[in-house]
Every structure is written in structure tokens, then in C-alpha cells.
């Protein structure tokens, strides 16, 4: 039976065959064209190759004339002198042909390592602007394959690939001049051969392209998979997992091979045919120049030179043909990339933001706020919500699970857009503000906090990353984070592992906390922040929060009561709505849903006239 990673998984590689039907007809390499100002900005290089590409050609186009001069005047004593100097002159060429290859390389390549950086980067700043609700239905996985395999092959496209290309194409079409010139009617001959030899290329090149895409597709699923079980290992070894997960890997990485076994072959048979034909071409061609030669009508030197510039085309045609191949598979990693750089986040700024007064407030205000989540438009996360809520309260929202109460927070921070009705926050609608300049109003410690596998220090300053050191100990210290993190040998400079890995849950709280007093936001949220921690943890937690508190606005989402019964109002809800308000006695003496989940909760040697009285 497949677990649910694998489920997942499974679903991702649909959705991806999906959309490679959907676009396999159309593909071509306009994605790759979309790159080309990635290429353009650096036109120093740009030049550099090209004049070292010109010398380079020019350099192996003379060779034929300089052999050509020396067959037809023979190799006789008289001819001593003119032959050593051709020799010499030879020998200047290969240096110069060196010379002018190594610059080219040399230019091209540096454009394509600068050209994936700076991909790189765009797509990640990219990736970073898009909103969660992009996240939703996107892979981890899927979006770090495209970062690192898809990029690693457009660096092969405008690097070695790109080298290759210019240098054969400079070739070809000077191996092609010179052949008119040398004899125009051999050359005709060739021109009646081209359409035979480039036909492949046609026929074969939307295969291997399509492809291309299908193998990039199946290698990201891959790495989604590989992605989920790394990051959850111990619940795959808590459930014995491994077996299954091995079989689904091992299943992904051989679909991922057949894939690229289908797009090997293709370029296999694109390759032999290219150079089967253009070889069998200058053979006739080469035949038919000895009948001149025989005739009288043509030199050996002149045929020897001819031969040698077909030679130079056919090559050039040879690894144009398997560059081709290079280019369709860039092409196929182009449009996964652009699709990328295309994708428009759904929250952004307006064009002409309101500023938010200063100095901060911390009022919010939500005005009859309907809202459902992308992924589930018919289900009402949020249904006629209003409420208002003064600076320096302290708000505390409970009840089930599924009730709305996180998506309070994802509105606050606008995450999502309502579909109906407004928030507020200092007056001034979310939707009407800078993104960047809304959320500096506010900090979170959310129930299960993100460490970094960075330095302490750099855990907390994540809160304001240009504070001082100074500034880090000192929220530490108010969090109660500091003594456990000088215990560490490194003390601030000790790093805590992928996740947070050797902190308790206690700790990782109070991490998120010192973050949250760092950046000394108008308005806290705290989600659940002490909800899955021991009763000596969370005293100390408790204790930081208290202090941390003071002086903000404050809205908890707790489903613990006891933890939030000090709070100047509570709002009860459930199926996105509020359906009561007021202080913990309040509500306990109405009834209703809060009593009820107080009775819940402490039905096990409390009774709720007990709670009550605390």
C-alpha cells in the first residue's frame, strides 16, 4: 500500500504528464529566447567572444589554402625556402588558432556561468514574491529541481553548448564560401546534399525536445519525493516506512530513466543519421572531384582543398547536430524556468500604496470579511466576520479546529486577499498598503517555529537583520533563550541543525520569541506558541510571552483556555464565525461553545466552576 508521500507524489507526476500533453505540440525555443537578455547585459563578453570566435575561424579556414599551395607546387629541392616558410606560416596559425579557441571558450563560458547565476537568483526572488497560495499546489521538490537541474542545463546551453554552436556555425558557412569559391560546381553538388542532411534535424528535433521536457519532469518528481521522505524521516521510520518508500523512489528513479533512455535514443539516431549522410556526401562529392582532377578540369591541391573545407562543413553539420540536441534539451529546462519567472503572485502591491500613519498604532479592524481559500472556493473559511480591536489589547480567539482562527492571521497578514468586506489595520486597509510595509507592523510566534541551520544569532536576527549583536543577547535574554544558547560551546555562533533538530520544543519557542522582541512589531500573534510544550516549558515560555506582550496589541489563537482566560476579550468561534465574545467569566457564565470546551478540557479532576474561579 502507497503511503501518502508516495500518494502525493504519484498525483505530481500526473499533474506533470498532464501539462507536458497539454503543451507538446507548441513547444519550441521561444522559452530559451526569453533568456536572452540575461545575456545581453554583459556586452564586453559578448564582443570578446565574437572577435576570438572570428580568429579562431579564420585561422582554420586558412589551412586548406596554405595545403593547397603546397601540393600543387610539389615538394622539390627548388621549392625548400617556400615550403619552410609555409610551414612556418602554419605553425603561427595553430598558435593563433589556440589562442583565439581559449579566449572563446573562456568569453562563452563565463557568460554561461554568469547567465545561470543570475537565473538562479531571478527565480529565487521569483519564488520568494509569489504567494502561498502558489505553495499550495506546488512541490517543494519540483521547484529546487528546476533551481538546480533545469539551470545547471541552460548553463550548458549559453556555456559550452552556445561555444560549440557560434563556433560551428562561423565554421560551416565559411567552409561553405570557400568551397563556391574553390569550385562552384562541386558546391552545387553539396547544396543538392543539404536538404537530405538537414531533414533529421526537423523530424527529430520536436521529439527529442518534447522529450527533453518529459525526462526534466520526471527527474523533478523525483526529487519531490526524495525531498518529502528526507524531511519527515523519522515519522517514515516511526511507521517502518522504508521498505515502501525505497520501492516508490527506486519506481521514480527508473521512470525518470526511461525518460531519458527515450530522449538518449532519439538524439542516438538523430546523430547517426546526420553524420552517416554528410559522410556519404563528401564521399560522392570527393569521387566526383577526382573525375575533375583526372580531366584535367581541377588541381589536386584545388580538390585536396575543396575536400578539406567539406570535411570542415560536414563536421561543423556533425556537431551542430548533437548541439542541436543540447539545445532542445535547454530549451525544454528554459520553459520550466519561465514558466516560473511568468507565474504572477497573487497579492502585490497596489500601484499607488496609502502610507500607514506613524507612529504605528496597532488598531485592527475586520468589516464583515468573507473568504474562502483558493484550493476549496465553495467552503467559507470566513463568513460575515466583524470585529474591532483597540492598541494594546489583548485578544484571545478559540474554538474547533476547521473554525477560521488561523485564517484570521493569514488575512492580517495578508497572505490572501477577502473576497468580501475589508481589514484594517491602523485605519488603513491591508489591500491598500505595501505588502513589506503591512507585515513590519507585525511579528509572530507561530506553534511549530522554523529554525535555520544557521548560527543562533542569526536565528534571532531573522526577526531584524540589521540588528546588532547586542541587540540579539538582549531579546534573548527577554525570551529566556540565553542561557541555553552560552551553554553551547560556540554559544551565539553554535548552530542549531536542519530544523531545529537539537533544541526541544521549548526552545525552539523561545528562539521564535526573541525573534518576535527583536522586532519590536506594534502588533503580536501568537499561534498556539505553547500549545505542544511540557508544563515546565511552558511556564518559561508563558513568562517570556507575558513580557513580551506588554504594550501590544495582541491576538492569541490558543485551544488551551487556561492559557488565555487573562485575556480582556475572548472570541469564540466556529464554522467561520464569531459566535461569542467576552471575558473568560463572561463566557463561562452564558454557556454556550466556550463552556462547553471548558468542560473538555478539564473534565479530568477540574470542574468549570473551579476554572471559573481561578
Sequence with gaps: ???????????????????????????????????????????????????????????????????????????????????????????????????????????????????????????????????????????????????????????????????????????????????????????????????IIVMPLVLFGK??????????????????FANQSLSSMQTVQAFNHEEADNKYFGDAVERAFDASKQRMMARAVLTACVIFLTSASIVVILWMGSQEVLTGRLSGGTLSQFVLYAVFAAGAMSQLSQVWGEIQLAAGAGERLAELLDEVPDIEAPANPKPMPEPALGSIRFDHVKFAYPKRPDQAALNDVSFTIQPGETIAVVGPSGAGKSTLFHLLLRFFDVQSGTVEVDGVAVNQVDPTQLRSRTAIVPQSPVIFSSSAKDNIRYGKPSASDEEVISAAKSALAHEFIISNPSGYDSTFGERGVSLSGGQRQRVAIARAVLRDAPILLLDEATSALDAESEQKVQQALDELMQGRTTLIIAHRLATVKNADRIFVMDEGRIVAEGSHDQLIKEGGLYRRLADLQFSSGFTTTAIAAQ
Design 207 to 224: 521529439k527529442v525536445r518534447r522529450l527533453s521536457r518529459n525526462a526534466q519532469d520526471s527527474l523533478a518528481d523525483t526529487t519531490a
Design 1 to 195: 500500500m502507497q503511503g501518502p508521500q508516495a500518494a502525493a507524489a504519484e498525483a505530481n507526476v500526473e499533474a506533470l504528464e498532464e501539462a507536458a500533453k497539454r503543451r507538446g505540440k507548441s513547444r519550441n525555443l521561444r522559452p530559451l529566447a526569453k533568456l536572452i537578455p540575461y545575456v545581453t547585459r554583459y556586452k564586453g563578453h559578448i564582443v570578446g567572444a565574437l572577435i576570438s570566435l572570428l580568429a579562431a575561424s579564420i585561422a582554420t579556414l586558412a589551412v586548406p589554402l596554405a595545403l593547397r599551395r603546397i601540393i600543387d607546387l610539389g615538394f622539390s629541392r627548388e621549392n625548400v625556402g617556400f615550403i619552410d616558410n609555409y610551414f612556418a606560416m602554419m605553425i603561427v596559425i595553430a598558435a593563433l588558432l589556440a589562442l583565439a579557441s581559449s579566449a572563446r571558450f573562456y568569453f562563452v563560458t563565463w557568460i554561461g556561468e554568469r547567465v545561470v547565476a543570475d537565473l538562479r537568483d531571478a527565480v529565487f526572488s521569483r519564488l520568494t514574491a509569489l504567494s502561498p497560495s502558489f505553495y499550495e499546489r506546488t512541490e517543494t521538490g519540483e521547484l529546487l529541481s528546476r533551481l538546480t537541474a533545469d539551470t545547471t542545463l541552460i548553463k550548458s546551453a549559453f556555456g559550452v553548448s552556445a561555444s560549440l554552436a557560434l563556433r560551428n556555425l562561423v565554421l560551416f558557412f565559411g567552409a561553405a564560401a570557400m568551397m563556391v569559391f574553390t569550385s562552384a560546381r562541386l558546391s552545387g553538388l553539396v547544396l543538392l546534399a543539404l536538404p
